[in-house]
């Protein structure tokens, strides 16, 4: 997780992401996926989740 920005509330902002339903999610630098990108978003959310920094 050390490449990741560290935000208040991680996994809420993800959540957002998430509720618009994507079905296809790409990084800036590396692939992409086409399917259920709700399902995946809502996966990272819950380990930003369970690794916040408090």
Same mark, same amino acid.
């Given at each position: 997780?050390? @490449?990741?920005?560290? $935000? +208040?509330? +991680?996994?809420?902002? %993800?959540?957002? =992401?998430?509720?618009? !339903? +994507? !079905? =296809? =999610?790409?990084?800036?630098? #590396? #692939?992409?996926?086409?399917? @259920?990108?709700?399902? =995946? *978003?809502?996966?990272? $959310? #819950?380990? *930003?989740?369970? !690794? $916040? %920094?408090?």
């Amino acid at each position: 997780m050390n @490449d990741f920005a560290h $935000a +208040p509330n +991680p996994g809420e902002q %993800v959540e957002k =992401l998430a509720a618009r !339903n +994507p !079905n =296809l =999610l790409a990084c800036q630098q #590396g #692939g992409s996926y086409r399917g @259920d990108g709700a399902s =995946l *978003l809502r996966g990272l $959310a #819950g380990i *930003l989740r369970k !690794n $916040a %920094v408090r």
